[in-house]
């Protein structure tokens, strides 16, 4: 009886050692390059919610170049500086990269840790926020994905009156149910400002002082919540075009050089994004 | 709707079952402060009231009512027969000072490890100390929470009704 | 919702197919809530739109266990509308979180739903629940206990892991199972049942199953561990030491690199009346172990890395406790309890307590793999480690004392020493912040005025010119056993650097207790605290308010 037992449980243990180790060999980085410009794929949105005083948000910045070089123009990041540890403090953290639109989704989604993603806005398992180490995964699941509306920006910069207007097309290629507004908002790229730091992987420790912040929300250009793709309670035809121009300046603490504007279109019973597009100002 | 099922799972229960007084403690193997299993159905006393107390290291009200406990244990043992058995619910992080604390204080009564709060859990214990009075047959006739200096008295009144000693 | 139903439905046959046993059927259950409600205090800055409306939070559950002969069952309901200060805003929700049917014999126990489970000290597994942190780690699966014969325990498992409210979907998280086996060699060994030397033997093993979608890494779908324990007793001393191993696990939380895990725990003890001695080891290096490798934050985790220094439960001795770190670290600590006898020169009429502990944890030391490497570059195998080296770097050391002493029949005291060291740039995330060198020293007088009713004094003292500086706490407790108790206290922050920062943090706190039954109600400050470990940051506002607390068993 006890040798039974005992023989059954190493043949257990064994069977279980067997089957459930996956001994990774090196390299243990992919060599993913996705073919890019498949026009007729989804474009994914991820949003990283960060702060200048989070010590624990560069490694996800990383994580997100590291994803934009994967999917190339598929990804498009804004990240949103808003809550505790985006509030301006005491020199060289008095630079305020809040937003009202950030603000605005921060509270809206519960974001109170940081750092913390949402990818497309889509939830899974109730929730829509994302930690770091899975937004690789969850873009993933989407980027293969065909696309189910398509976004056109066209945009208008004057140097001389800093006056930017903007015209979007927007696409449904199949019948929709629902109603979808339409968001746009301006980016900056590649600001310099100090960074609280606690990997020393990614910069110095405690303060990475020429931290360079990608994709910064700068401002929602249509409110924090958009407008309706559809004007009235009109359905939603397949194929037709729905415009939308916008007019803004430019504040002069943004460099024009390094502007962008993105345009997501969202489902209004879930927030979940349908399609998302980015276009540099002066391209 | 879940809340519905809630209330009528609830009334179904208690329309049919007792309460936990005048219950047994349940069924559930835990640890002997050597580490050997121990099934709580061991806990008997021979006809004689039992005190079950939940306490940990860093419960300091739970180290005073086990203190006060052992300072008139003889006592109550000759008067009652009563048997004490003390249950840590310290977790892996402090088991390996539970012997060394209970020795050194000096302790006289039975100490069990419940280090995943297995019968705690059973038993419905919210905070700690938490103490249960079990009568000769090993139903549960009274039970306490929180420690106040002077408590002890108190409960040995209950034990002192069991056993019809005045 | 179909769970319950089940539920409700296995419940209600089982009462129709055993009249026999109605009788014998038992219930008991218990209920808290702990609720706040929050006003606006000037001093420490929060003001009406900080609150913004959020002016109430509760946390709540109820509990219910049903027991029939063999089968028992239970649940728990817990609402948190919204979170009292301080929890993880996920926690924000309500529901059944732990459902659960079981069946035991004395030869086997099964359980189906939501279970807890700890295998030896929990180094590759353990599900927990602690309410007071809002830390629930449970498995939803299945579970299979055998006792084939006495002193032989075979345990089995598997399930995916509650992660707040939010639901396990396919490949949404991972799928965890283990084994473990026990054996009381002086049971199931011939001969050594009366032998006063007693082994105990254990071994076990845990997987976890994710899948890899991830674009950049190499990541390995079924991750691995295993772990062996003995338990020797011999006479006044007994021996406890586990080991664990665990193969390349990269995660979000040791940023993913490839390296094995492994950690080691130990403990020695010698205890006789009176006396007590115990010290203990610990080493661990890359042991963080998710059922999600993606995740930051104090969540999902499958095993247990135990802090072994003391627990201090005085407020100001417990103002800056050690958190393990399951990345690397490798600590010591000593304890030492004795009794001075009764009717001595130092024992007195009753003797006198005395408690010596130490605890020291180091960093381990990092070797970079090679020269283009950095030690711990995300995508590498991360770095070596030497097993029986202990880096400079300390984390954390505390060295107390503690004398406790009944002087008369209306008289006692305790009276402590603590000296802390605490890296707080590691512990609590703030890099480039000193160290917090302090001293502590309390005492703790009872007045017994009469059998029933005594009054307790706390002072303390806390001094150390690192992070908010002095602070001092006197407290007075009067206590009605076994029904009413009344404290008054008070923490007040005189040396905080901020001279606008040096506020009191006053409570006013009264209770009644019936049986098992607990009212509490507290007025009150609570002071504010950034927290920025397992990844994330996190901010623990300061509030001011009412606190209510009212629980029950049954």
């Known amino acids: ?180 507004n339409i968001q746009l908002c301006l980016t900056e790229d590649s600001i310099v400002a100090p960074q609280r730091n606690n990997t020393a992987t990614v910069g110095p420790v405690p303060t990475i002082e020429n931290y360079v912040h990608r994709h910064v929300l700068r401002q929602g250009i249509n409110g924090s919540w958009g407008e309706p793709v559809v004007s009235g309670n009109n359905a939603i035809v397949p194929g037709q075009l729905y415009e939308h121009n916008f007019s803004i300046t430019l504040n002069s603490d943004f460099n024009a050089n390094h502007c962008s504007v993105v345009a997501f279109v969202y489902s209004t019973a879930d927030y979940g994004v349908l399609q998302v597009e980015e276009k540099h100002i002066s391209e | 709707m879940k809340q519905l099922f809630f209330v009528l799972l609830l009334f179904v229960m208690a329309t049919t079952l007792h309460a936990q007084e005048n219950t047994s403690i349940p069924n559930v193997t835990i640890k002997t402060l050597e580490g050997q299993s121990f099934n709580t159905s061991e806990i008997t006393n021979d006809g004689k009231p039992v005190i079950l107390s939940f306490w940990a290291l860093w419960c300091k009200p739970c180290q005073k009512e086990l203190d006060a406990f052992n300072e008139h244990y003889e006592e109550w043992q000759e008067e009652t027969g009563v048997k004490i058995y003390a249950v840590s619910i310290d977790d892996s992080r402090s088991t390996a000072r539970v012997m060394p604390l209970v020795n050194g204080k000096g302790w006289e009564f039975d100490v069990l490890l419940d280090p995943n709060s297995d019968l705690k859990r059973a038993m419905n214990v919210n905070m700690i100390p938490h103490t249960f009075l079990l009568d000769g047959n090993g139903k549960i006739v009274a039970q306490h929470t929180s420690y106040f200096e002077g408590a002890e008295f108190e409960l040995y009144k209950e034990v002192k009704k069991l056993v019809g000693v005045n | 919702m179909r769970k319950l139903f089940l539920f409700l439905l296995l419940i209600c046959s089982s009462s129709l197919f055993a009249q026999d046993f109605i009788n014998s059927a038992q219930i008991n259950g218990s209920f808290q809530v702990d609720g706040q409600f929050y006003r606006p205090d000037d001093a420490l800055g929060i003001t009406d739109s900080l609150i913004a409306g959020r002016k109430i939070g509760l946390n709540g559950y109820g509990n219910i266990t049903y027991t029939l002969g063999k089968f028992s069952a239970g649940m728990r309901y817990e609402a948190f509308l919204t979170p009292i200060a301080g929890f993880d805003p996920q926690q924000e929700g309500n529901g059944f979180p732990y459902l659960w049917a079981a069946y035991n014999t004395e030869k086997i126990g099964v359980t189906v739903g939501n279970f807890y489970e700890q295998f030896g000290n929990g180094l590759l597994l353990r599900t927990y629940e602690e309410w007071t942190l809002g830390y629930d780690n449970s498995l939803n699966g299945m579970r299979v206990v055998l006792r084939p014969t006495k002193g032989v325990t075979i345990k089995g498992v598997y399930g995916s892991q509650r992660y707040y409210w939010q639901k396990f979907e396919r490949n949404s998280r991972g799928i965890v199972r283990g084994v473990d086996a026990e054996f009381d060699l002086n049971e199931t060994v011939k001969g050594w049942e009366s032998s006063r030397v007693r082994l105990i033997l254990g071994a076990s093993g845990v997987s976890k199953y994710q899948r890899d979608a991830d674009p950049i890494y190499n990541l390995p779908e079924n991750v691995s561990g295993f772990a ?179 002087i008369n029949s209306k008289w006692k005291a305790v009276v402590q020493y603590m000296n802390l060291y605490y890296d707080i740039a590691t512990l609590e995330g703030h890099p480039g912040e000193e160290a917090v060198k302090a001293h502590i020293a309390l005492t703790d007088i009872t007045w017994k005025i009469t059998s029933l009713k005594s009054l307790r004094m706390e002072l303390q003292g806390l001094w150390t010119e690192q992070d908010e500086g002095n602070w001092a706490a006197v407290m007075a407790e009067y206590t009605i056993a076994p029904k009413w108790f009344f404290a008054l206290a008070d923490q007040y922050n005189y040396g905080h650097p901020d001279k606008d920062m040096q506020n009191h943090y006053y409570t006013f706190s009264t209770g009644y207790i019936h049986d098992a039954t607990r009212i509490a109600l507290t007025y009150g400050r609570q002071s504010e605290g950034v927290v920025c470990v397992g990844g994330v940051c996190r901010q623990v506002p300061a509030s001011s308010g009412l606190t209510v607390t009212i629980t029950t068993s049954f």
């Open chain 3, 228 to 406: 062996g324990r003995a338990n020797l007793m011999a006479g006044k001393f007994n021996f406890m030491t586990e080991y664990a191993y665990k193969i390349n696990d990269p995660s979000a939380a040791n940023n993913f690199i490839y390296k094995e895990g492994q950690s080691l725990l130990t403990s020695l003890s010698y205890s006789q009346k009176g006396f007590g001695a115990v010290l203990q080891l610990k080493r661990v290096d890359n042991m963080s172990f998710k059922s999600d490798r993606g995740i930051s934050g104090n969540a999902l985790d499958i095993n247990f890395i135990p802090p072994i220094n003391r627990t201090h439960s005085y407020s100001l001795t417990a103002r800056y406790p050690y958190a393990s770190q399951p990345n690397g670290e490798m600590g010591l600590q000593f304890q030492l309890n004795y009794k001075i006898p009764k009717g001595t020169a130092l024992g007195g009429k009753y003797g006198t307590g005395i408690a010596l502990n130490f605890s020291q944890v180091n960093d381990i030391v990092r070797k970079a793999v090679n020269d283009t490497t950095a030690i711990g570059q995300e995508g590498t195998l991360g770095y070596t480690s030497d097993f029986f080296a202990a880096s400079d770097h300390v984390f954390f050391r505390d060295f107390n004392v503690q004398i406790d002493k009944k």
């Open chain 1, 1 to 180: 009886m006890k040798k039974t037992v005992f023989f059954i449980f190493a043949l257990f243990i064994s069977l279980f050692t067997i089957q459930s180790c996956d001994k990774i060999e090196p390299p243990y980085k992919e060599n993913n390059t996705i073919t890019p410009g498949e026009t007729n794929k989804r474009k994914v949105l991820l949003e990283d919610y960060t702060g200048h005083t989070c010590v624990n948000c560069p490694p996800a910045g990383v994580k997100a170049t590291e994803l934009k070089e994967v999917y190339g123009d598929q990804l498009v990041i804004i990240t949103v500086h808003a809550g505790y540890f985006a509030t301006p403090v005491a020199a060289p953290f008095d630079t305020d990269f809040r937003t009202e639109a950030g603000n605005d989704w921060n509270s809206f989604f519960g974001i109170i840790s940081n750092p913390k993603g949402m990818v497309s806005r889509l939830s899974e398992g109730g929730s829509q926020l994302v930690d770091y180490g899975e937004w690789g995964t969850r873009i993933g699941n989407l980027i293969d994905e065909d696309e189910l509306a398509n976004i056109a920006i066209e945009t208008t910069y004057t140097e001389s009156s800093r006056s930017l207007q903007i015209k979007t097309s927007t696409k449904f290629l199949q019948e929709m149910q629902g109603s979808y």
